[in-house]
């Protein structure tokens, strides 16, 4: 079973900026996909971003295109997600999730259910 930490959440203007990060531990893979969501008061948990197994490919939420960017260091099992330009929509609490082997299954990467490693979530204000 793989843990999952994020870190990085924060309270910042509208215009601003924040980067999440999430380390992975315990049954971690040289080469692991990761996903980011997350969940506003009162709204379901939803998609923002996830990159594949090699780093290379890339998935994001019509919502955060252009604006946010995710990225994994290969020799560390950390994924960041880097958020500019950040409105009072983008407030909800950030999750890092992983699928089963570190690999999608599937091309749902952007459904909950392809993932079995959650974090515990990160909080992201953003005031107007």
């Known amino acids: 079973q793989v843990q999952l930490v994020e870190s990085g959440g924060g309270v910042v203007q509208a215009g601003g900026s924040l980067t999440l990060s999430c380390s992975a531990s315990?049954?971690?893979?040289?080469?692991?996909?990761m996903g980011w969501f997350r969940q506003a008061p009162g709204k379901e948990r939803e998609f923002v971003s996830a990159?594949?197994?090699?780093?290379?490919?890339?998935y994001y939420a019509d919502s955060v295109k252009g604006r946010f960017t995710i990225s994994k260091a290969t020799t560390a099992n950390t994924v960041t997600l880097q958020m500019n330009n950040l409105s009072p929509e983008d407030t909800a609490v950030y999750y890092c999730?992983?699928?089963?082997?570190?690999?999608?299954?599937?091309?749902?990467?952007?459904?909950?259910?392809?993932?079995?490693?959650w974090g515990q979530g990160t909080q992201v204000s953003v005031s107007s």
């Open positions: 999730a992983a699928p089963p082997g570190g690999l999608f299954s599937s091309t749902n990467y952007d459904s909950p259910e392809e993932y079995v490693s």
């Open positions: 315990g049954r971690t893979f040289s080469n692991f996909a």
């Open positions: 990159i594949g197994w090699n780093g290379i490919t890339t």
